[in-house]
């Protein structure tokens, strides 16, 4: 099974050529690259946060395998939903699907379906991929759809299944959280609110990033797919995360009057 590229030629370039052009402006493959558990990127049009994502995946290094989680925009059937076998195709080539570390997921965490359709109209972890490829071009992948209806203890246990299903299957992998932060707020607004959530995501605090995000109302789209790699990373004994960059789409439009914000993390 195969899952065509839905968001190409609106999220980022359909074009081959121009997808390369642009990520060889979002990126610096020239940077000293750290050997990480986790990131955490956005997932916005190129054109407004690619700049974010692309420090992020300059930054680290990319293994053979990426278990992505992404959060729903629309709703789904399962909690959790990932696509077990096929490709996931971009214009830069098709990326397999690792299936022994997806079925280990599974086994781990009843909680995880194998539901390929939860994807079909999703762009949050479609437009991680291009950047993946473009570093590591035999990449494969690892999707995983993560509902609103989910609760912490969902989360501590998807985080938790991850941790190990990646030891046992032994994979060198890279987990990635796919979220924006603030949605329609001023600039100023939206920094006040992101910072200290962004706190809690480097305390490495899953259930205290959760909580202030619901305290404080933070428009943080991804927030519970990054709790779940935070207990993940936890789970695989991470010590640190740093934030890479934070931006805001006003500094593309120049109107910081209603803007959404974007934020690029490392967990080592």
Not at 230 to 251: D, I, P, T, W
Request: with cysteine.
């Amino acid at each position: 099974m195969n899952r065509p590229p839905a968001f190409a030629g609106s999220f980022y370039p359909r074009h081959p050529v121009e997808l390369r052009r642009l990520i060889g402006r979002l990126t610096d493959p020239d940077l000293p690259k750290v050997k990480a558990l986790a990131a955490v990127a956005p997932h916005a049009g190129y054109v407004y946060s690619g700049a974010v994502a692309g420090a992020v995946y300059s930054s680290v290094e990319i293994p053979g395998t990426c278990l992505i989680l992404a959060p729903a925009h629309r709703p789904i059937r399962p909690r959790f939903a990932v696509m077990a076998e096929g490709f996931w195709e971009t214009p830069l080539g098709a990326v397999p699907v690792e299936n022994e570390l997806a079925v280990a997921l599974q086994d781990r965490c009843p909680l995880v379906e194998d539901d390929p359709s939860a994807h079909a109209e999703e762009h949050s972890l479609e437009v991680q991929i291009p950047f993946l490829q473009t570093f590591r071009p035999d990449v494969a992948i690892v999707p995983v759809n993560v509902s609103y209806r989910v609760t912490p203890d969902d989360l501590e246990a998807l985080g938790k299944a991850a941790a190990e299903a990646i030891r046992t299957t032994g994979k060198d992998v890279l987990l990635v959280a796919s979220t924006d932060m603030s949605h329609y707020v001023s600039a100023s607004e939206a920094r006040r609110k992101d910072f200290p959530a962004l706190d809690r995501i480097r305390a490495l605090d899953p259930r205290g990033l959760l909580e202030i995000v619901r305290k404080e109302d933070v428009s943080m789209c991804g927030v519970l797919p990054t709790a779940a790699v935070l207990f993940a990373a936890k789970a695989l004994e991470a010590e640190k995360a740093e934030l890479v960059r934070y931006a805001h789409s006003g500094e593309v439009t120049g109107d910081d009057r209603e803007v959404v914000a974007y934020a690029g993390l490392v967990i080592t």
